[in-house]
C-alpha cells in the first residue's frame, strides 16, 4: 500500500522560510513523479511545484518561481519543498502528491496524481 506522509510547515512570519518533506512508503519513489499542491480556504486548489522521476526537470507556478525548490532523493524516498521569502498569500494546507509515470513529464493536472499526502498547514503572518 503506497503511502504519503508529509511533515515540516507550521507558523511563520512574512519573509521566513519553512520547509516540507514528504516520504513515500510502499512503492519505489523513482516511479513516480511528484508535485506538490496547496488548498488555501475559498480557494481552488493550485499546483505550486513538480519534479519528475529523474529529477532533471522541475516546474514551478509563476508565483512561488525564485522563492520555492522542489527536490528529490529517490534512494530515500523523499521529496522536499524549501519555502523561501514566504508571503501572507502563500497561507494554505501544502498536499504531496504522486503520479506513477513511465516518462519523464510533469503534471500539473490534479486528477493525474495517484496518491496524496494528508496535507501541511503553512500559515504565513503579515
Known amino acids: 500500500q503506497v503511502q504519503l506522509v508529509e511533515s515540516g510547515g507550521g507558523l511563520v512570519q512574512a519573509g521566513e522560510s519553512l520547509s516540507l518533506s514528504c516520504a513515500l512508503s510502499?512503492?519505489?519513489?523513482?516511479?513516480?513523479?511528484m508535485a506538490w499542491f496547496r488548498q488555501a480556504p475559498g480557494k481552488e486548489g493550485e499546483f505550486v511545484a513538480g519534479?519528475?522521476?529523474?529529477?532533471?526537470?522541475?516546474y514551478y507556478t509563476d508565483s512561488v518561481k525564485g522563492r520555492f525548490t522542489i527536490s528529490r532523493d529517490n534512494a530515500k524516498n523523499t521529496v522536499a519543498l524549501q519555502m523561501n521569502s514566504l508571503k501572507p498569500e502563500d497561507t494554505a494546507v501544502y498536499y504531496c502528491?504522486?503520479?506513477?509515470?513511465?516518462?519523464?513529464?510533469?503534471?500539473?493536472?490534479?486528477?493525474?496524481?495517484?496518491?496524496w499526502g494528508q496535507g501541511a498547514q503553512v500559515t504565513v503572518s503579515s
Open positions: 519534479i519528475s522521476r529523474t529529477g532533471g526537470t522541475t
Open positions: 502528491a504522486a503520479d506513477y509515470t513511465l516518462n519523464n513529464g510533469i503534471s500539473r493536472t490534479r486528477s493525474d496524481y495517484n496518491y
Open positions: 510502499g512503492r519505489t519513489l523513482r516511479t513516480y513523479a
